[in-house]
């Protein structure tokens, strides 16, 4: 079973910097779109940013300008570059990935375990 496996994770400042990874388990056959996703408390869960496997990134109003979302398709890893962090992106962020694990297999949706970013001074 393939896992997603996140980490950068951690508290900082506001203002400061954080940089969140997350890497299949095994290796996969392929990718076709990568995201972070995060949940505050009381507050359900909502999408970050995500980058399709040709590229084309989106992202949410509230992070737009601050946060950058890349890929490494050799790593098969995707980044959650976050600048300027603010107490509201105090949440749980999660990985996902719409992948296929194997030639021939139907894509399956992935998350990955959640990963604490708490913005406080």
């Known amino acids: 079973q393939v896992q997603l496996v996140e980490s950068g994770g951690g508290l900082v400042q506001p203002g400061g910097s954080l940089r969140l990874s997350c890497v299949p388990s095994?290796?996969?056959?392929?990718?076709?779109?990568l995201g972070w996703y995060r949940r505050a408390p009381g507050k359900r869960r909502e999408l970050v940013a995500s980058?399709?496997?040709?590229?084309?990134?989106n992202y949410d109003d509230s992070v737009e300008d601050r946060f950058t979302i890349s890929k490494d398709n050799a790593k098969n890893t995707v980044y959650l570059q976050m600048n300027s962090l603010k107490p509201e992106d105090t949440a749980v962020y999660y990985c996902?990935?719409?992948?296929?694990?194997?030639?021939?297999?139907?894509?399956?949706?992935?998350w990955g375990q959640g990963t604490q970013v708490t913005v406080s001074s």
């Open positions: 996902h990935a719409a992948l296929i694990p194997r030639m021939g297999w139907q894509p399956h949706d992935y």
């Open positions: 095994e290796s996969i056959y392929s990718i076709d779109k």
């Open positions: 980058i399709t496997s040709g590229g084309d990134t």
